[in-house]
């Protein structure tokens, strides 16, 4: 698979810093993408606090939310000194929230000013800008309206580009309706491909399984995971198995890991555990003990100390594994 990318989906509420670290333990290979954060949030707000990553999660990539070039500029610059790996800008997101802010997925229909956009944070940041799009929008032609955004959009200097292959209704459909309503369109995706060589197109929406990735991957250049790598993170190892050799790390390793990570947190940020355990309810996915797993984590955690309770987890699954 050289030359070919996996990620996990910027996903709002789901891909903070915490879920990136326990990611990361499962796929030394995946891009990991943040939350959208908006420009406002990094210009007026705590930057800090929205910027803030660890050093195992490399590669990552800072997903920006805005339609101001200056200020996307501004903010591109702010996640290049802190060592972010990529700028992706957010054209897809549907949400009432971000029509209001005149970003997202109406963006669609503003190539030109995507364009500027592009141009003015590859001009401010010397890492590579991405954007992350939808085939289309409410009733617009689904072939017209992607052509011209991707063609216009590349002009200005940006060469990859995350189709979600489902058009975006702004009106009419929540964002979980957006998500799984609009029926996907794979044969438009790879009809891009073909007819954009020269650029890196992602597929994104409605990836599921590892035949799912491997089938993808013939066309794309890359696979980008969504709800299904957080649901079922164990997907990620599965990935790293079949596509790079990757031997999975035990999970007495991977809590380990996480009960030193979740300490440090405590001890310099005041991170509640439960804020951090919550993404690895997933984890054990169909074994034995899995439900008393997630009792523990959701639970147990607002009370518990990291080690206390992540080894409690983990001894629910060893005890029912050893018994079965």
């Not at 800072?62 to 990529?86: C, F, I, N, R, V």
């Not at 709800?227 to 050799?245: F, M, T, V, W």
């Not at 031997?247 to 007495?252: F, G, I, Q, T």
């Not at 639970?299 to 018994?323: N, W």
Request: include cysteine.
């Amino acid at each position: 698979m050289e030359n070919k990318t996996i990620s996990v989906a910027p996903m709002m509420d789901w891909t903070d810093r915490h879920c990136r670290f326990f990611h990361r333990l499962l796929t030394p290979h995946a891009r990991l993408y943040t939350e959208m954060v908006t420009t406002g949030a990094l210009i007026h707000g705590d930057a800090a606090r929205h910027l803030r990553f660890d050093p195992s999660e490399h590669p990552v990539a800072l997903q920006l939310g805005g339609s101001e070039p200056a200020d996307l500029a501004t903010a591109a610059k702010m996640g290049e000194a802190e060592e972010y790996d990529e700028i992706n800008l957010n054209c897809g997101c549907p949400s009432e929230r971000v029509q209001k802010g005149a970003f997202g997925a109406c963006l669609m229909r503003e190539a030109p000013l995507v364009a500027d956009c592009v141009k003015a944070m590859r001009d401010a940041a010397g890492i590579p800008v991405t954007v992350k799009c939808r085939i289309g929008v409410d009733d617009d032609n689904e072939h017209d309206r992607l052509w011209d955004f991707v063609r216009i959009v590349s002009d200005a200097g940006c060469d990859t580009f995350i189709v979600h292959a489902r058009k975006a209704w702004l009106k009419g459909l929540s964002p979980k309706e957006n998500r799984e309503v609009p029926p996907l369109n794979y044969d438009l995706a790879a009809q891009l491909k073909s007819e954009f060589p020269q650029l890196q197109i992602h597929l994104n929406g409605g990836v599921q399984t590892i035949e799912d990735v491997q089938m993808h991957l013939r066309t794309f250049d890359g696979v980008m995971l969504g709800r299904a790598a957080y649901h079922n993170p164990r997907i990620l190892q599965d990935l790293e198995k079949s596509l790079y050799g990757t031997e999975p790390m035990p999970l007495e390793q991977i809590i380990e890991h996480m009960i030193v990570y979740a300490e440090n947190q405590k001890s310099k940020w005041g991170t509640p555990l439960q804020t951090i355990t919550r993404h690895m309810v997933g984890l054990p996915g169909g074994l034995r003990g899995a439900r008393r797993w997630r009792q523990i984590l959701t639970v147990d955690s607002h009370t518990g100390t990291p080690r206390d309770v992540l080894s409690a987890a983990l001894a629910a699954i060893c005890q029912e594994t050893a018994a079965a």
